[in-house]
């Protein structure tokens, strides 16, 4: 079985940093898309960010453009997110994904695979 575990969320002021990390475990494949999710109170679950197999091919909302950026060890089958300037609207529970394949903002294809979830507070 395919298990995604996440860690790396919790309480950060305006303009700090916070690294959300992904390992994926289990019955592991070559080849897959990672990225992450975020679903805001109210609001529907939006892609964030996504990578390649090999990193390079990424994709990131225009609302994190410039300030996030993903990231991926394939030797760890892991992919990280780096978080900096945060804003209270990047307020969330962050979702990590794993798809057999990708294109995920075309909506070509959709994650296989969901981690549980991981609360980020951004206070004012």
């Known amino acids: 079985q395919v298990q995604l575990v996440e860690s790396g969320g919790g309480l950060v002021q305006a303009g700090g940093s916070l690294r959300l990390s992904c390992a994926v475990s289990?019955?592991?494949?070559?080849?897959?898309?990672m990225g992450w999710f975020r679903q805001a109170p109210g609001k529907e679950r939006n892609l964030v960010a996504e990578?390649?197999?090999?990193?390079?091919?990424?994709y990131y909302a225009d609302s994190v453009k410039g300030r996030f950026t993903i990231s991926r060890e394939n030797a760890k089958n892991t992919v990280y997110l780096q978080m900096n300037s945060l804003k209270p609207e990047d307020t969330a529970v962050y979702y990590c994904a794993a798809g057999f394949s990708g294109n995920w903002a075309r909506e070509l294809y959709e994650p296989n695979y969901w981690g549980q979830g991981t609360q980020v507070t951004v206070s004012s």
């Open positions: 289990g019955r592991t494949f070559n080849g897959y898309t």
């Open positions: 990578i390649s197999w090999t990193g390079s091919n990424t």
